[in-house]
Each structure stands twice: as C-alpha cells, then as structure tokens.
C-alpha cells in the first residue's frame, strides 16, 4: 500500500498557524479510517499529538488540532513557536487490517 | 502515566534471529491491540505488526509475514516480537505502540535493531 502524501516542508513564523496536509485514498484516509499525527524532534522517538483524527493524548497542547474531509486530513498548529520545529508524520488505519504512514513533513520556525 | 519500555535490540547476521520485549505500565494492557512500527533512514516509519488485547488476532505486513512473529503476556504487560530469517532491510529503530485501527496514541522509546554481517 502507497504512503500518504505530506508535504516535505512547511514553515511559518512564531505566533503564526501553519496547516499540514495529508492526502490518501478511499481504502484508508477516505474510509472512515482513524487517522494520528505524530511529532519527532532531532534524534527522539516519535510522540503522538493527535489520535482517532482529533483527539488529544493528555498533556498536549490544544494549540494542536486535527481535522478530516474527504481523502484528505489535516494538522493545523497555532500559536506557533521555536519548540514546534520538528517532523511531523500522520497516519492512518486502512481497510485491508494494515496501518501507513506519510512521508513526513519537516516543519521550520522563522 | 502510559509507559512503553523496549528492549532486546542490537547487531545480528543477516540470517539470525532477535526478540524484542515491550514492557508496559500505566493502563490496562489487555484491553488494548499492540503494536510494533519501525523505522529506517531510507524508509521512514513503516508499520510491522499489530496483535489484539486476547492475542486471537495478528496482523503483519508483507515484508516480515512467515519471518516474525508478534506475542504478548497479559500476566506480565509485556508485549514481544521474534524477529527470525533477519535481513539489512530489518535495519531500524523498532517501537513499541498502543493501539492499532482506533487509539493509537502512545508510543515506546525505541530499541535499535541492526543487521549486518
């Protein structure tokens, strides 16, 4: 099964909102399938930041939301600060019992 | 508080076996599937295997089917994966994760596998 399809790069500036796509198909994205969001700084392990397409694992930051229309969910940040330049992946349930994930997105703070 | 502790990692032969152990605490380990992902330099995160909270149900992806086999120990919270018939290609930090189609919202630390002769 492909990847999903995430931007490589997407940057903003401190206090600014930045939104990350993340594009499937009918068989996992589009199928009602739960979709996470993780965030991997430089040399740590991936820690989730959304679940189940917006839901928040506790202690993190509601400036973190998710969203899903159609093939496609998304990440947005708010507020954004130094802290939150690191990769961001998503992934997503599909139909055939399987779990895929994006390619990743580096995202740079100005 | 989840935690999700791995271990077990390190070098092995092309052709060798490893098991790797996830120790969990914080939440009812037995109500949750399990997972494994792993991750490469050269393939990003790629998911490996997921097992239900009863252990009736597993589920691999191609590239490990027939060589790993995903297990769990509701008694002692420890989840594992025998890895057998290792290639380069199993190369890669191996997490521990909960959840698998819904609540997939913690992940371990990570052990290091590698293959190499």
């Known amino acids: 099964q492909s990847a999903l399809t995430q931007p490589a790069s997407v940057s903003g500036s401190p206090g600014q909102s930045i939104t990350i796509s993340c594009t499937g198909t009918?068989?996992?994205?589009?199928?009602?399938?739960?979709v996470s969001w993780l965030q991997q700084h430089p040399g740590k392990a991936p820690k989730v930041i959304i679940y189940d397409d917006r839901s928040r694992p506790s202690g993190v930051s509601n400036r973190f939301s998710g969203s899903k229309s159609g093939n496609t969910a998304s990440l947005t940040i708010s507020g954004l600060q130094a802290d939150d330049e690191a990769d961001y992946y998503c992934?997503?349930?599909?139909?055939?019992?399987?779990?895929?994930f994006g390619g990743g997105t580096k995202v740079t703070v100005l | 508080e989840v935690q999700l502790l791995e271990s077990g990692g390190g070098l092995a032969q092309p052709g060798g076996s490893l098991r790797l152990s996830c120790a969990v605490s914080g939440f009812t380990f037995s109500s949750y599937i399990m997972t494994w992902v792993r991750q490469s330099p050269g393939k990003g995160l790629e998911w490996v295997s997921s097992?239900?909270?009863?252990?009736?149900?597993?589920y691999y992806a191609d590239s490990v089917k027939g060589r790993f086999t995903i297990s769990r120990d509701n008694s002692e919270n420890t989840l594992s994966l025998q890895m057998n018939s290792l290639r380069a290609e199993d190369t890669g930090i191996y997490y521990c994760?909960?959840?698998?189609?819904?609540?997939?919202?913690?992940w371990g630390q990570g052990t290091l596998v590698t293959v190499s002769s």
């Open positions: 009918s068989t996992d994205i589009g199928s009602n399938s739960y």
């Open positions: 097992i239900t909270g009863g252990s009736s149900t597993s």
């Open positions: 994760a909960r959840g698998f189609s819904n609540l997939f919202d913690s």
């Open positions: 992934s997503s349930y599909t139909r055939r019992n399987t779990r895929i």
